[in-house]
């Protein structure tokens, strides 16, 4: 009975990631069709109207506003426009939680993940992974501040933040370990680690 329940539950750790994820697509395809769906069909007669339509334009339409925000005109408008929305005491809650987690999974905010570091966590010998994101604040115009000290960030596990420290070089040490698998660590509290170590194991 025991393997049996140990095979099942492997299972279902396995197909959950997969269940989530087609769910979160196709609830994001759905709503793309019912909002930009009644929009064609706003200015167009219902007979041009072909289901799926709706998903179909979605995927330019987020494509050409990710086009857009490379536009500094276009940047400063969408910014002026969050600032609106960032005056709402609930929305603004709600708004920045989505909006930092989805950019600390960004490729251009990983890339400002210098280093994965350990940190040393008093008291006693505990550690704790984290994330060099200011090894020389010169660059940042913090002149205020000595020039051995470093910024690292600290995210939470099954949380969305973290902590950013200002420390000293000496309390940390560098680890050979991607970005990538190191933010997978922490948000799973180390459940999962190395993807390539878990296909290895299969």
Do not use: C
Request: net charge negative.
């Amino acid at each position: 009975m025991k393997p049996i329940s140990k095979t099942f539950f492997k299972g279902l750790i396995a197909i959950i990631p997969l269940i989530l994820t087609l769910y979160l697509l196709l609830w994001l395809a759905g709503t793309a069709e019912l909002v930009l769906g009644n929009i064609f069909k706003f200015f167009f007669p219902d007979s041009w109207y072909i289901k799926g339509l709706g998903f179909m334009l979605g995927l330019p339409v987020i494509y050409f506003f990710g086009g857009f925000l490379e536009s500094r005109t276009f940047r400063s408008l969408f910014y002026n426009f969050e600032e609106l929305v960032l005056q709402i005491p609930v929305i603004k809650s709600v708004y920045t939680a989505i909006r930092d987690f989805s950019s600390l999974f960004s490729s251009e905010n990983r890339g400002k993940f210098k280093q994965v570091v350990l940190v040393n966590v008093p008291p006693g010998n505990g550690q704790q992974i984290g994330f060099i994101t200011v090894s020389d604040f010169e660059e940042v115009l913090h002149t205020f501040i000595a020039d051995d000290q470093i910024a690292v960030y600290l995210p939470f596990s099954y949380a969305i933040g973290g902590n950013t420290v200002i420390m000293s070089r000496e309390n940390v040490t560098e680890i050979d370990m991607s970005v990538e698998d190191a933010l997978r660590f922490i948000a799973t509290a180390g459940v999962v680690g190395n993807v390539n170590d878990d296909k290895n194991k299969s």
